[in-house]
């Protein structure tokens, strides 16, 4: 079985991603390869965050890895939280504070279009390579759904009646934008 590094330490992420890529290839987290470091996310792109923590991780440990970044794009907001997601109420990566400030911001709009949009970056073989997976929604005016985690129980995806938070994990793994990013990541790694 092929190893690969995913560069995160986030539980929820590492289940999706080893849910979704099954048994072909073991997936390794930063805590399995040593790594504790708080590894930076400076770049005003999702593609560069998830660029900047993969080379990280190929320059300070010498694996060949995969990183990702996620935001939250509201039509209303101009976009925002975008690639401020995981820090949108401050520093913490606190989802109950994000949520509440997002839906705080959103009173009064009529307009609740919004995306989720992951970019996977892969470092293998001295090559970068990346992966992008969107999908479509709309914000609620409060959550709904025990389930997922961060923005998940207040978007509900384009065609459907439930929040990711409402779905099961397979069911959200099957439509959502890390799930699509994967599954694009899957195929080239197998090609």
């Known amino acids: 079985m092929q190893e690969i590094v995913f560069a995160t330490n986030n539980s929820h992420k590492l289940d ?11 997936v390794l987290s930063l805590a399995d390869i040593g790594c504790f470091d708080d590894i930076p996310e400076t770049a005003d792109t999702l593609e560069g965050n998830a660029l900047q923590k993969a080379r990280y991780v190929k320059e300070h440990y010498g694996y060949d890895c995969f990183a990702d970044d996620t935001g939250l794009m509201v039509d209303a907001l101009d976009g925002a939280p ?8 401050g520093p913490g990566h606190d989802s109950r504070a994000n949520r509440a400030l997002l839906l705080e911001n959103m009173l009064g709009h009529t307009d609740r279009r919004a995306r989720f949009v992951t970019v996977i970056a892969l470092i293998k073989d001295g090559a970068e390579h990346t992966f992008t997976g ?31 938070a409402s779905m099961s994990p397979e069911d959200k793994n099957a439509i959502s934008h890390r799930g699509r990013a994967t599954a694009r990541l899957v195929a080239f790694l197998k090609s």
């Open 16 to 26: 999706e991603i080893r849910s979704i890529i099954g048994a072909r290839f073991k």
């Open 82 to 89: 975008g690639v401020y997601s995981a820090r949108y109420a």
């Open 134 to 164: 969107t999908v479509e929604g709309e914000i609620l005016t409060a959550p709904e759904g025990e389930g997922g985690f961060g923005y998940d129980p207040v978007f509900r995806p384009q065609g459907f009646d439930a929040t990711f």
